[in-house]
């Protein structure tokens, strides 16, 4: 056990996983000098530049390059700097990545990480700030990992560089330097959630950094005299039905809180499975962004966020 | 007319290549056309055989090759079973990817070739990164990335050439240019002096060749494989030929004059191109007619054979996703 941050919980799973397996390189943008967010501080000078790969400004290209290395037998960490250039490597992740073992009959495998720091932070406007996680949950052949802990972000690192399967992971920039507990032994199961707080009055899910600010909704409900259970999926793909079908079965209500936009969003996907399963005693809700763009000025950007007051609000509406 | 240190067993073994991708693109034809058992578009190489099999007979089995959706005939050319390539185009369970991924997604990794891929260009960066692999693991492979001429104006031409140069990676650059950008003609639609032009420009050795001279092809991809084994720096081959046919086996290709495809055709066809060299260096006429006979009778024999084979179990469309949240256990 120890207290690491958010981003240095990643970073020394990605160190460990280095030391232990030759074929784990990481390639990216200003990697060198550590990372935008210094999520690779050290790890040039402990491994050496060809394994910690600065990158042209070239998003297709470390996509695509960093597949083909990984057809080849290797197992690349792809840093996207933002997820909003990612979308410059969409057809390289999506018809290519996704969709090459099973093409291909299985003759092929993309072992990758494809990290794409996402959300909104400070005034970072339309194209630093999105949150495209139901995207990619879209997308058959991807896994899709949204840790919003320290722990997490450790024990999840750890896994999407062991998986054989490539991975988006969705860090969030607000919090890197959140501290939490880590114990390194911890084990992780991909597509179970973390029930962060139990109660038996309404269900909340949510993922990312929503989940935090969820679990904050949650102890100032409790102070109320309201059980809020709340679940942090921790992956969307592949999602923990069972514990989200079980616990809204058991209090009857669901809320779902994401930061991106609610239209067409995860928490309907969410929202629908469980009403498929579960009888509730009251109508369910999401609550996301409203379907407008991240704006720059920051009363402006306060529009769109999704707070702990917001959730708190729509839990106590739910259980009115 | 032929030199006099002329290799006959080169040349004839070029030729065999091309009457065997020749005779695979005319019975996968037959098989769309006469027995209607390819559903979806498949593209032909007829007319670009020459760069097939010139290059590929410079590669190694062991290296690694990545193909467009025109890649039947690089496909069999790196060594994959004509039977299993046409029980893909059939979509068989026998097929090389099981009949998943279909003429436009075409891969055998047991004779390294890495895919044909079904987007114009991606395979440039993806070959670029197979290369890059080969460098970490510190081997002595190398790659070949073949594409269109239509792939030079998409952006991972630029990208992948840019970080093929920077990285210094093992890595053959094919530009094979049969003048049409699917079903418009690439000179109306490209700026400048082309793909030779734009390679230069990243400062990597660029060669242009007659791609319908089968030995000229084999030449210089001999020369320059062995470059790029020996120097670990990337080169480019801008293969000049000409598509025979339309853009999918469907296309009529009423965009361009008849008389002009025949003219071509008629004074500039690989193969017969080819069997002129022989002919002069002194095979004898029915030897090679019996080359084309035993490859049409190969060809044939394969799509027999795929014709009667299964199709695939319904419930193998949820395996090879993905071992996490497999689709066998979530998909619905």
Known sequence: ?320 | MTQPNYDRTRGLALLTMMERIRAFERQAELAATRDQLVLGAIHLSIGQEACAAGIIAALRRDDLLLSTHRGHGHTLAKGADPTAMMEELLGRAGGCCGGKGGSMHIADFGVGMLGANGVVSANIPIGAGAAHGIKLLGDDRIVVDIFGDGAINRGPFLEGLNWAAVFGLPVLFVCEDNEWSATTRTSDMTAGEGAAARAKSFGIRTEVVDGNDVEAVADIARDLVAAIRRDRQPAFLHARTFRQGGHTYFDPATYRAKEEAAARIASDDPIARQREILLGAGVAEADLDRIASDAWAEMEAALAAAAAAPFPEDGSVFADVQDIGSPELEAY
Not at chain 1, 129 to 153: C, F, K, M, R
Not at chain 1, 157 to 165: R, S
């Open chain 1, 1 to 320: 056990m120890g207290v690491m941050t958010y981003g240095g919980a990643a970073l020394e799973a990605l160190r460990q996983a280095m030391a232990a397996d030759p074929t784990v390189w990481c390639v990216g943008e200003d990697l060198g000098r550590g990372g935008v967010f210094g999520q690779y501080k050290g790890l040039r000078e402990e491994f050496g530049p060809d394994r910690v790969s600065d990158a042209p400004i070239s998003e297709a290209a470390i996509m695509a390059a960093a597949f083909g290395a990984a057809m080849v037998g290797t197992r690349p960490v792809v840093e996207m700097r933002f997820a909003d250039f990612a979308l410059c490597a969409t057809d390289e992740l999506i018809n290519q990545i996704a969709k090459a073992r099973f093409m291909f009959g299985g003759q092929s495998r993309a072992p990758m990480v494809i990290r794409k720091p996402m959300g909104m932070w400070r005034s970072s406007a339309a194209q630093h700030s999105q949150s495209l996680e139901s995207w990619y949950a879209h997308i058959p052949g991807l896994v899709v990992a949204v840790p919003s802990t320290a722990q997490d972000n450790f024990s999840m690192m750890k896994a999407a560089i062991e998986a054989d399967d490539p991975v988006v992971y969705l860090e969030h920039k607000n919090i890197w330097a959140n501290e939490g507990e880590v114990d390194q032994a911890a084990p992780y199961q991909w597509g179970t959630a973390r029930v962060r707080l139990k109660g038996g009055d309404v269900t909340i899910v949510s993922w990312s950094d929503c989940a935090n600010r969820a679990e904050q909704a949650g102890r100032t409900l409790a102070a109320e005299g309201i059980g809020a259970e709340v679940i942090d999926l921790r992956s969307l793909w592949p999602w923990d039905r069972t514990a989200v079908i079980e616990s809204a079965a058991r209090t009857g209500r669901l809320l779902v809180a994401h930061e991106s936009v609610a239209v067409g969003g995860f928490g309907a996907e969410v929202v629908a499975t469980v009403v498929q399963e579960a009888d509730l005693k009251a109508r369910p809700r999401r609550i996301g962004a409203p379907r407008a763009l991240i704006p720059y000025a920051p009363n402006l950007e306060d529009q769109l966020r999704v707070t702990a007051d917001m959730i708190a609000d729509a839990a106590r509406e739910l259980c009115a």
